[in-house]
């Protein structure tokens, strides 16, 4: 699963959200993947952050709570 989002406030900026399976090696867990990127490269973000799908939930209702 993959999503591609138009960064507000840029002209060419996005966010990238991605499901990445065994991101750190055979061992490591799935992770969901956001990415920005500010010249729209979705495929190479200049920032990114992995977060382990066992928090997802919890992030979810954070972000939540921020609207």
Do not use: C, F
Request: hydrophobic share 40%.
């Amino acid at each position: 699963m993959s999503k591609v989002i138009n960064l507000s406030g840029t002209k060419k900026g996005v966010i990238s959200v991605t499901k990445i399976e065994k991101p750190y090696g055979e061992d490591s867990a799935t992770v969901a993947s956001i990415g920005i990127s500010l010249t729209g490269n979705s495929e190479e973000p200049a920032w990114k952050v992995h977060i382990p799908m066992t928090n997802l939930d919890e992030v979810i209702e954070a972000l939540t709570a921020l609207k």
